[in-house]
């Protein structure tokens, strides 16, 4: 599978290093708006073809899959572009900057027949899977609520602070949050709550979102901008709970029984840099000819929308654009 980058900014470089490690997948271009950076990117990173901006990149028809990775304002815009142009998507977390966006995005990947999915890594990796097992098999006994944090000292970046780029805690951070939520408890959602402190551009600096489910469960998270958090994810059971070491990339799965007594501890298996299981994934659903990946549906994600734009709501942040 060729995949196609279009923006060159430091997640494409995630990117473009992790598909040199992959078998099966290609770097094969690579797109910016400037010709002179998309040459050094594609010499750096031992890339095929480089293209001075994105149309050129997208009309290539040897692209099998395009990786959108500029900033979410532009999510919409050059997703839609590259379905026109015939050609599978894997965009970049958050999706969208709103669920309206999403749909229309979903809409014409659904009506040309091509795959469209969502790069939230957490949904693809093989540690989704360790933590339901346990989950499913009891040993922490029905669920009760799920706490987790994401904080990185990431103020300094233009992007991140930028309303018209759709800055803020919320898509960038409380996005992997909400996501864990969701994995574990579901969308049943009777109430959302949340608070926010804003940086001086007016986006959500550090915020703090509860979500009330309908059978009682609950789901509590905090995200920020200003500092780095120990990023873990605790789900409580009546019978026992598991801490996550890093909800954004879980490094270890503790299991605890009521008393707090280690009961064992899980470790996922290597990984080149986590980013390799969505587009694996991609390369499957493609070859199954499939408009969507299983590990993360098109419902899943108009979801997540959905709950960042009831937060946002009440935030009273509108982005310029919208």
């Not at 890339?47 to 999510?75: C, F, N, R, T, W």
């Not at 759709?166 to 951070?173: I, Q």
């Not at 920020?224 to 120990?230: E, I, M």
Request: with cysteine.
């Amino acid at each position: 599978m060729k995949v196609g980058i279009l923006g060159a900014g430091g997640i494409a470089v995630k990117m473009a290093k992790t598909i040199a490690e992959m078998d099966g997948v290609e770097n094969y271009a690579v797109a910016s708006r400037s010709k002179e950076k998309a040459d050094e990117f594609a010499r750096k990173y031992g890339i095929k073809k480089s293209y001075g901006s994105y149309e050129q990149m997208l009309s290539d028809s040897e692209v099998d899959l395009v990786y959108i990775a500029v900033p979410h304002s532009h999510h919409y815009e050059w997703t839609i572009k590259a379905l026109e142009a015939g050609r599978n998507v894997l965009c970049e977390k958050a999706f969208a900057a709103n669920t309206k966006q999403a749909e229309e995005m979903i809409s014409v990947a659904e009506k040309k027949g091509l795959l469209l999915a969502e790069a939230i890594w957490t949904r693809y990796m093989p540690s989704r899977k360790m933590i339901d097992d346990i989950i499913k098999s009891g040993e922490i006994g029905d669920l009760v609520c799920v706490d987790s944090n994401l904080g990185y000292k990431i103020e300094h970046r233009p992007r991140l602070l930028d309303p018209a780029l759709a800055g803020g805690c919320l898509l960038d951070l409380t996005v992997y949050s909400l996501n864990f939520s969701s994995m574990i408890l579901g969308d049943d959602i009777k109430k959302i709550d949340a608070h926010m402190i804003p940086t001086e551009t007016g986006v959500d600096g550090k915020n703090t979102v509860t979500l009330t489910y309908s059978d009682g469960k609950m789901a509590s998270m905090f995200s920020t901008l200003f500092a780095r958090t120990d990023r873990r994810g605790l789900i409580t059971g009546r019978d026992g709970y598991i801490v996550v070491q890093n909800i954004n990339n879980p490094e270890k799965i503790s299991v605890f029984d009521t008393d707090g007594n280690l009961k064992k501890e899980l470790t996922p298996p290597p990984q080149v840099s986590g980013y390799e299981y969505e587009v694996y994934a991609c390369k499957k659903a493609i070859e199954e000819g499939k408009t969507e990946c299983p590990e993360m549906p098109h419902s899943e994600t108009l979801e997540i929308m959905r709950q960042m734009d009831k937060i946002r709501a009440i935030f009273g942040i509108k982005f310029p654009f919208e």
